[in-house]
């Protein structure tokens, strides 16, 4: 069965700081990748995903991620975070139609 | 696009209570998904619908819950009778189509209190 897992309940990082994002997957063949954002009280947003060709995927926002197959990994970067970045970060893994979800990383921006 | 529509926002209900959520999917969707969201158990998927037909409903809790698409532009998602661990935000989204490579676009979500 598929399942994805995000290490990092939180993370608080500084106003135009770096922020990194770990997602490691479960999965028994090509996944289909996804990462959502959501802010407090709103749905989710989709930022990325990856199912085929290059492995470095650019979203909206400015945030990129990278799919290491040797990993397992999926993670979400930015090179540059504003306070608006705060929110709540979901990797997701799908099989045909069923999205499974990590349990979130809640990013914190402080001034 | 007015993407995907979710009615009521907030719904605060007693125990034993009827509670219906809606939802109106993105225009030429075919594919529409009922989540929930709780601290304990994160978003899971509970029915998914292809074409107005539940395809999958094995993430549906009980009986007390039912879905309906009675047509492309309109779902619900009724519990009966509500109980206090109901309460969670209930999030619809749809997809254009089935497949694993297809974005599904989230609505804002009912946030359910059930007291």
């Known amino acids: 069965a598929q399942s994805v897992t995000q290490p990092d309940i939180h993370i608080t990082v500084s106003e135009g700081a770096s922020l990194e994002l770990r997602c490691n997957y479960s999965?028994?063949?090509?996944?289909?990748l996804f990462w959502y954002v959501q802010s407090p009280g709103q749905g989710l947003q989709l930022l990325l995903k990856y199912f085929s060709g290059d492995t470095l995927v650019q979203g909206i926002k400015g945030f990129e991620a990278e799919f290491k197959r040797s990993q397992s990994s999926f993670n979400l970067r930015k090179p540059s975070v504003h306070w608006s970045d705060a929110a709540e970060y979901f990797c997701a893994v799908s099989n045909d139609y069923k999205l499974s979800f990590g349990a979130g990383t809640t990013v914190t921006v402080r001034a | 696009d007015a993407g995907v529509i979710q009615s009521p926002r907030h719904e605060v209900t007693e125990m034993g209570q009827e509670v219906t959520l809606r939802c109106k999917p993105i225009?030429?969707?075919?594919?529409l998904f009922w989540y929930r969201q709780t601290m304990m158990r994160g978003l899971e998927l509970l029915i998914y619908f292809n074409n107005n037909v539940p395809i999958d409903d094995s993430g549906m809790p009980e009986d007390r819950f039912s879905a309906k698409m009675p047509n492309a532009s309109f779902s619900t998602l009724k519990i009966q009778p509500s109980e206090p661990r109901d309460s969670a935000v209930y999030f619809c989204?749809?997809?254009?189509?089935?497949?694993?490579?297809?974005?599904?676009?989230f609505g804002p979500g009912t946030r359910l209190l059930v007291l």
């Open positions: 225009s030429g969707h075919n594919s």
């Open positions: 999965y028994g063949a090509t996944p289909y």
């Open positions: 989204a749809s997809s254009l189509a089935p497949g694993g490579s297809e974005t599904q676009y």
